[in-house]
C-alpha cells in the first residue's frame, strides 16, 4: 500500500513540475539586441513584472520610449516594437546606436535613481 500511495505521490509531484516550467519561462525574458552580432557579452536576463513592481513602475512608456523631434512623447509606448525597430547598430544623427540606446535606458536610470545594477556584469552574467 506504501509503494502505491508514493507512486502517485511522485507522479502527481511530476505532473505538477511539468505544468508548472513553462509557466515560470515565460516570465523571464533574454534581452538579446538582434541586430549585434558582434556582442561581446551575454544577453541580460531581464524579469519583467518583478523588476516593474520592485522599481514601481506603472506605465510602460517609462521604458518603452517614442521620441519625436528629439522630445520624448509622455503618452505614447513602443512596447509592441524591437529597440532595433527605431535604434540602427550605430548612432544615427541625433538617435543612440542600439547598444548606447540599451545602456542609456537601463544603466541611465539605474545611475539616476542610484539604485539597480550599473556595472557590466550584474547585467551581463554568464
Known amino acids: 500500500m506504501k509503494n502505491g500511495t508514493l507512486s502517485v505521490c511522485i507522479i502527481v509531484l511530476m505532473i505538477g513540475i511539468l505544468i508548472e516550467s513553462p509557466r515560470a519561462q515565460e516570465e523571464i525574458d533574454l534581452l538579446e539586441a538582434s541586430g549585434l552580432e558582434d556582442n561581446q557579452r551575454s544577453g541580460v536576463i531581464f524579469l519583467h513584472d518583478e523588476h516593474n513592481e520592485a522599481a514601481e513602475i506603472d506605465e510602460c512608456n517609462e521604458c518603452h520610449h517614442v521620441y519625436e523631434d528629439g522630445q520624448k512623447l509622455e503618452d505614447e509606448s513602443s512596447e509592441d516594437l524591437q529597440c532595433a525597430d527605431c535604434h540602427e547598430k550605430t548612432?544615427?544623427?541625433?538617435?543612440?546606436?542600439?547598444?548606447?540606446?540599451?545602456h542609456l535606458n537601463c544603466k541611465g536610470c539605474h545611475m539616476q535613481v542610484r539604485k539597480g545594477p550599473v556595472m557590466c556584469g550584474q547585467c551581463h552574467e554568464r
Open 91 to 102: 548612432s544615427v544623427g541625433g538617435v543612440p546606436g542600439l547598444r548606447e540606446a540599451f
